[in-house]
């Protein structure tokens, strides 16, 4: 993706009606709930504290009748997030909150567990339906590295089985068996991203997993299933790839 349409989806995702207008649009459901999370989360990290130091004074709103998406929308912030800031000012710990957001109808108030309900089916990011999607997610795009693999009859090691054999906490999707040629470059792993490559998310991702292959196994492919950035610098032995992977082989290197 170029960054021009890059940077019109990720401003234009507000609110998660924004999500429905843009798959109107024909955009990938997957591609928009992905840039929505990325942005979301990214926004949470630089504000949460901000925002937590409000608990007290959204609490005594909420009593005061403001409802759980109005102060959600007043400190832009996530409905369940704020939700959890205003029951733990309240008394509950933590696990006692997950809790209700699991099942409402713990609570004593109906009306409070409508609203609940309410605020949860606003949250596309923090919801547990919107973590059972980052995870399904995950397990489609491992499947279809996996799948694109096995078609070509390329034998390599799961995550599972890198960590049984080396004991190791930096395990690529699939370390290949024997190095390989793509593209043209010789390539020892593949990792399977479920998110948008991005400058941001793109660089976290070398610095915390890729470099850090590089350095043990050797040069390998990242593959950003629902897309990444165009032209982006790579920093040496990492090749950035897109959904295009599928249409590609790879090639044995002969002895």
Same mark, same amino acid.
């Given at each position: ?46 504000? #949460? ?37 205003? #029951? ?168």
């Amino acid at each position: 993706m170029d960054y021009k349409e890059y940077k019109r989806l990720y401003d234009g995702l507000v609110d998660p009606e924004d999500l429905d207008r843009f798959e109107e649009e024909g955009y990938d459901r997957r591609l928009l709930d992905t840039l929505y999370t990325q942005k979301v989360s990214r926004s949470v990290k630089k504000r #949460f504290h901000v925002v937590k130091n409000n608990a007290r004074n959204m609490l005594r709103e909420w009593h005061r009748g403001k409802s759980f998406s109005e102060l959600s929308k007043k400190y832009r912030f996530p409905p369940i997030l704020v939700m959890m800031m205003i #029951f733990q000012e309240d008394g509950l710990s933590k696990k006692q909150f997950w809790s209700i957001i699991r099942n409402p109808g713990l609570l004593e108030s109906p009306e409070t567990a409508a609203e609940v309900r309410e605020a949860v089916g606003r949250d596309p990011v923090y919801s547990p339906a919107a973590n059972d999607r980052q995870k399904e997610r995950g397990e489609w795009g491992e499947g279809l590295l996996q799948g694109w693999l096995d078609e070509q009859g390329i034998e390599y090691l799961t995550e599972d089985e890198i960590r049984n054999l080396e004991g190791s906490t930096k395990t690529p999707d699939c370390l290949l068996r024997e190095p390989m040629m793509y593209d043209g470059k010789k390539i020892f792993w593949i990792e399977s991203k479920a998110s948008f490559g991005d400058g941001v998310e793109f660089r976290f991702n070398s610095r915390k997993q890729l470099v850090p292959y590089t350095q043990l196994f050797g040069p390998g492919v990242v593959v950003y299933w629902t897309g990444c950035l165009k032209d982006q610098e790579c920093p040496d032995n990492i090749y950035l790839e897109d959904m295009s992977l599928l249409d590609k082989k790879l090639v044995r290197i002969e002895q």
